[in-house]
């Protein structure tokens, strides 16, 4: 059946006073992956953004080979002929040692990661998803939910566009049988809908900045894992991320188990590390202000799905806690969500829906829970300056011990067959109680 036939399936089921089958808040992208995967399946999808592309958004923007293969998975050209900065891996300074580590070759996962600012690659997502089909209003401010009268069910959202003189325009009602929050880390509708940010989770804050630098064209992403301040050694690590543009995006990112997190100025912190770092990278004036921004981990946000409404990417803390890589995990949770949505609202009762969309949170925990407990574990234990030292060094003396912290940290393996480095950490994120 072709998408139309599918789509008009589920509208004709689709009760009146709906304006659409699925709304997605925000168009960063974890959004936009829900919506291009909610139209190619022949849903009516309509997306609520409060900017207008194109806009900044603060990043690193490095994609490892995850994300490389959710693009592929949206059908995006990722040569460089489109636009895009290739890497073949890691450049890891630590410990007294420089180590070149390429990604790795596996069946699941391409063997590179991309460069690309965040201004372009937005847009590029939401373009693709308007592509497939999905109906994008930008300018538009989501406020909260609406909700059933009687089962409290969330089936809407209360927004305003911005006028063409940029006031506000009035509130206006959008209804669907389901709702995404796809609205980042502070996620004003997830908190509007009940669900607070978990305390017991790691965060962590991580800023950035841009130079015009020679290691514009650097195959590898350089990550420096002992982030000194003075004589303090803080849990996290610094960057320097080519963009084959001339320019290079610097940052460093901590995390929550640090004594320091909360007290120190983070902008102030990347200047004083800045100035620790060589001179061959010939970094001079910023050519962009210092911004930051939170970094929700290891599902800090729950429950994924209840009464109408799914969240994703970071305003489901999907955040790796391993390495603070949150773009990738976006995707996949999108693609996730899109799936079990678009078999749920092909399902002829409400308690048919309801438990397709049960497996929403089910396959999360299936997919990333151990692995988050066990990154949980890992923040907790850097936050000791003398075990995150120790780690440094032995973890990159030693070659067998350096591919484990390599799959263990970049989450690169193939879950099925493998090396016994993949199959340990298999094992490892398996037996991990998830939660
Ligand atoms: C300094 C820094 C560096 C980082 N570096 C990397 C990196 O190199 N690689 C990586 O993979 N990850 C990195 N991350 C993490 C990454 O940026 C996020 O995980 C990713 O952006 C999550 O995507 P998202 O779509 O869930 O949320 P977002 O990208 O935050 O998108 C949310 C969207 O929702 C919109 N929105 C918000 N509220 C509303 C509302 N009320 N109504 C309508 N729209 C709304 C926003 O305008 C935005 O477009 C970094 C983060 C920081 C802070």
Redesign the pocket.
Same mark, same amino acid.
């Given at each position: 059946m072709s998408p139309e036939h599918l789509s008009t399936a589920v509208r004709d089921q689709r009760p009146a006073g709906y304006d659409a089958d699925v709304i997605v808040?925000?168009?960063?992208?974890?959004?936009?992956t829900t919506a291009y995967h909610l139209a190619r399946q022949g849903l009516d999808v309509l997306v609520?953004?409060?900017?207008t592309f194109p806009?900044e958004?603060?990043?690193?923007?490095?994609?490892?080979p995850r994300?490389v293969k959710a693009l592929i998975g949206m059908g995006i050209d990722t040569s460089s002929a489109n636009g895009w900065a290739r890497n073949s891996g890691l450049r890891i300074i630590g410990g007294g040692m420089k180590l070149e580590m390429p990604w790795p070759d596996l069946a699941t996962f391409p063997d590179y990661g991309l460069t690309r600012t965040?201004k372009d690659f937005?847009e590029l997502l939401a373009t693709q998803a308007q592509a497939a089909g999905a109906r994008l209003l930008q300018d538009?401010?989501?406020?909260g939910p609406v909700r059933h009268d009687r089962t409290g069910r969330i089936e809407g959202v209360v927004?305003q566009t911005k006028q063409a003189d940029k006031t506000k325009g009035p509130e206006v009602t959008y209804r669907a049988p389901l709702v995404v929050a796809?609205?980042? @880390?502070?996620?004003?509708?997830g908190l509007a809908s009940g669900r607070a940010r978990r305390e017991d989770r790691p965060m962590g804050?991580?800023?950035?900045t841009y130079f015009s630098s020679p290691f514009s064209d650097d195959e590898w992403l350089e990550s420096h894992l002992e982030l000194w301040d003075g004589d303090r050694l803080l849990p996290g690590y610094g960057?320097v991320?080519g963009l084959g543009d001339g320019r290079v @995006?610097v940052?460093l990112?901590i995390l929550d188990s640090s004594p320091a997190f909360g007290k120190v100025d983070y902008k102030a912190l990347l200047s004083r590390w800045l100035e620790r770092l060589g001179e061959e990278y010939e970094f001079t004036e910023p050519t962009e202000p210092i911004?930051?921004?939170?970094?929700p981990m290891a599902f800090n946000r729950k429950p994924h799905y209840a009464d109408g409404l799914l969240l994703?990417?970071?305003?489901a803390g999907?955040?790796n806690p391993f390495n603070?890589?949150?773009?990738?995990?976006?995707m996949e949770s999108a693609e996730i969500a899109a799936d079990v949505m678009s078999q749920a609202l092909r399902r002829p009762t409400a308690y048919a829906r309801e438990k397709a969309l049960a497996d929403y949170p089910r396959r999360l925990k299936a997919e990333y829970g151990g692995y988050y407990t066990l990154g949980r574990l890992f923040v907790k234990l850097i936050g000791h300056p003398e075990i995150m030292r120790l780690c440094a060094q032995r973890g990159l003396s030693h070659p067998l011990l350096m591919k484990v912290t390599m799959t263990l940290l970049s989450n690169l393996r193939d879950p099925r067959a493998g090396e016994p480095v993949d199959r340990l950490v298999n094992t490892l994120a398996r037996v991990m109680p998830s939660s």
């Open positions: 808040v925000g168009a960063g992208p974890a959004g936009s609520l953004e409060k900017s806009r958004k603060v990043c690193g923007d490095g994609l490892t994300a965040r937005d538009t401010t989501v406020s927004a796809a609205d980042g @880390n502070s996620s004003r509708l804050v991580a800023v950035r960057w991320f @995006n940052g990112g911004r930051g921004a939170a970094l994703v990417g970071d305003s999907m955040v603070g890589e949150g773009i990738a995990y976006a």
